[in-house]
């Protein structure tokens, strides 16, 4: 079948949601045209073995393991699919009952299939109640009728032409549906980039006979990075076998997904329900290629329980050992249980992950975040990542990146990063429809460029400079320090310092007798006497108190020089008992150091020569490092590729506000006028 035969195909299906029209919202057309296009296809794929399958019922012993009958009904069936159907009836025979009977006939015919296939039209597609609607609104024998007019047997269309044809219809569905099309829907050029990708450096190893490879995806969605993997693999190789695995927590998208399985000869028991981060269905399995996109910005507060006690109790034996990233953004979640999921062999695994950009710099030194990058970059699995151009999703306009992983490193990689900035307007072009907040697309003609550019390792040259750079994996890395300065603090009595003591909790808790002799005591002191010196204010301070015959507690003698005080760089440092400078926390600042560069010579550099009575907290340390500071990582896309722009000519803007000044005036006249 040809590519103008399948889209001939897809319109055909497309025209029969066209008989929804005013009975349906344009969004609800896919509930009930695509598990349609499941059952069809399914119905032409079993219409043959039918007699088999039912004689093969009826002399089964109703007692038999129900795991031992479905191994001998769907072996009935034949074509090594695991599935069947114990209704009486297919969309030929449906066809010659009685057009009122439809609704009563179709669902016996869903009832009865296999419980994987059941279990989808049931309760994920709640398909029995778009047919509750369509034979309410008089259209469901019309649909029904509409869909035994096309052929979807594997012999006349084949499984790889079936998901050609499910993506076509998935897009155009999600296209009118962009309420949801953000949550589910992935623009296919955008996963073409990252499969190209994913796929660009594995070229001969995946050709040749008796390849097999396995790919997943842990927010599969409607299944569409799996099926444009499966197929890029299959143009590379056409003997390839491609193993499909997913999991997926909306049930509508799941079903839409586990269906595609179905339709395109897969084992949809490779394909799970539930929340991957919570329920890995997958457990213990890896895989050689692992693509995704998973929610931005979206939080884990109302499952964060068990991923807490699995990062807690498992460390790095689980998935979460390396850090929990915010409560408020659950991508590196995602991105960690896919390196969980490695292959520890001589292949290895590729990762291809497309986020937006808290992953690259959300969160300091010691943060979730910045030790998920650290772990990431220190172990050398980061390739590349790429910038795209915003506008490109359906339900947000922001950048997004796709980041590139591995732990097969080619030699010439090892050690470093490649940064692609592709979100200038060389790797897009505009659309000439908006689809919700996407406006622009990549072009298949940029998809090769970028892949070029990531294959070739291109960095910096004069054709590529603002756009690739490779760095070394230490270059993202930072020691941040704690740079101290002294507290000068000078003392003096006034009516505001005075009145600062009434509103000190331990001043506060004095009974009213004690609390008017403290103040009695200090108003005795010196009036208008300015002390630049702690240890003398304390001295003067003891003896006004010890002449009033009142001894102060601790706290609160500490309230009295708190609202006492005020800072002052004429006075002495103040210092602790054994004669040390005190830090000012006030003017406490912290550093960011290049991780490859030494620590005291950057003080050296950067702080002595403003600052110089400032000093290092070298107790402020990383645990896990043991030096002075704490090591953070971060990849900052900006400072890499910032391009300056000039600010305009000051003649120029002056003749600007020149022109709108006489503009205003002009308009002012004709009002007046």
Not at 15 to 31: M, T
Not at 190 to 207: F, P, Q, W
Request: charged share 30%; aromatic share 8%.
């Amino acid at each position: 079948m040809s590519n103008n035969d399948i889209k001939s195909l897809s319109s055909f299906v497309w025209s029969i949601a066209e008989l929804l029209r005013g009975d349906f919202k344009q969004s609800e057309y896919g509930k009930v045209v695509l598990p349609f296009v499941v059952l069809r296809r399914l119905d032409c794929i079993l219409e043959a073995s039918k007699p088999d399958v039912l004689a093969m019922a009826e002399s089964l012993p109703a007692d038999m393991d129900d795991d031992a009958r479905d191994t001998l009904l769907s072996g009935a069936v034949g074509q090594n699919i695991r599935l069947y159907n114990l209704s009486r009836f297919t969309f030929a025979s449906l066809k010659g009952q009685d057009a009122k009977d439809i609704h009563k006939n179709l669902i016996d015919y869903i009832t009865k299939f296999s419980g994987n296939v059941r279990d989808i039209f049931l309760d994920k597609f709640l398909f029995t109640d778009q047919l509750k609607r369509l034979n309410d609104a008089g259209l469901l024998y019309q649909v029904f009728d509409r869909f035994t007019q096309i052929d979807l047997h594997p012999d006349a269309i084949s499984n790889i032409e079936m998901g050609y044809l499910f993506e076509d219809l998935i897009r155009r569905f999600s296209e009118i549906s962009n309420e949801t099309a953000g949550e589910h829907y992935t623009p296919r050029e955008v996963i073409r980039l990252i499969v190209s990708l994913l796929l660009v450096n594995d070229k001969e190893a995946l050709t040749g006979s008796g390849v097999i490879r396995q790919v997943y995806d842990p927010a599969a969605g409607t299944g569409g990075m799996l099926s444009i993997a499966e197929m890029e693999m299959k143009d590379l190789n056409d003997r390839i076998r491609v193993e499909l695995f997913g999991q997926e927590l909306n049930p509508e998208s799941f079903a839409i997904c586990k269906s595609d399985m179905l339709v395109t000869g897969h084992n949809p028991e490779n394909i799970a329900f539930g929340n991957t981060l919570t329920q890995d269905a997958h457990q213990g399995k890896r895989f050689h290629y692992m693509l995704s996109n998973p929610p931005y910005g979206v939080d884990w507060k109302k499952y964060a329980d068990p991923i807490k006690d699995e990062a807690a109790d498992l460390g790095m034996e689980g998935r979460f050992g390396a850090g929990l990233p915010r409560i408020s953004d659950g991508q590196l979640l995602f991105l960690q249980h896919m390196i969980s999921k490695m292959r520890n062999d001589e292949q290895g695994s590729r990762i291809g992950i497309v986020m937006n950009g808290s992953p690259l710099f959300t969160g300091g030194a010691g943060s979730g975040e910045s030790e998920i990058r650290r772990w990431m970059l220190e172990n050398d699995w980061v390739e590349a990542i790429i910038a795209l151009p915003t506008d490109l999703f359906y339900n947000t306009g922001i950048q997004t990146y796709v980041w590139l992983l591995t732990n097969r490193k080619d030699k010439d990689r090892r050690g470093k990063v490649q940064l692609i900035d592709a979100s200038g307007e060389r790797f897009w072009k505009s659309m000439r429809k908006s689809l919700g907040s996407k406006r622009r697309e990549i072009p298949q003609e940029a998809t090769e460029e970028i892949a070029r550019i990531y294959h070739d390792m291109l960095n910096g040259n004069s054709d590529w400079a603002d756009v690739s750079k490779i760095f070394e994996t230490t270059d993202f890395g930072y020691r941040e320090i704690r740079v101290e300065r002294p507290l000068k603090l000078a003392f003096s009595v006034t009516p505001e310092g005075l009145e600062a003591l009434r509103e000190a909790k331990p001043f506060a808790k004095l009974d009213e007798d004690e609390q008017a002799r403290v103040l009695e005591a200090l108003e005795g002191l010196p009036v208008g006497e300015r002390w630049l010196s702690r240890n003398k204010f304390e001295k003067a301070l003891s003896g006004a108190l010890r002449a009033a015959g009142v001894k102060l507690g601790a706290p609160v003698k500490k309230a009295v020089l708190s609202a006492l005080s005020e800072r002052d760089e004429d006075a002495e440092v103040c210092t602790d008992k054994n004669g040390n400078p005190e830090p000012d926390t006030d003017l406490r600042d912290h550093e960011l150091v290049p991780l490859n560069e030494d620590w005291r010579a950057y003080v050296q550099r950067e702080v002595l020569p403003f600052v110089p009575d400032a000093w290092v907290d070298e107790s402020y340390t990383d645990a896990q490092d043991g030096g002075v500071g704490r090591v953070g990582y971060e990849i900052n896309f900006n400072r890499y590729f910032y391009k300056y722009v000039p600010p305009r000519p000051l003649e120029e803007i002056d003749a600007e506000l020149k022109a709108l000044e006489a503009e205003i005036a002009g308009l002012l006249q004709e009002v007046i006028e």
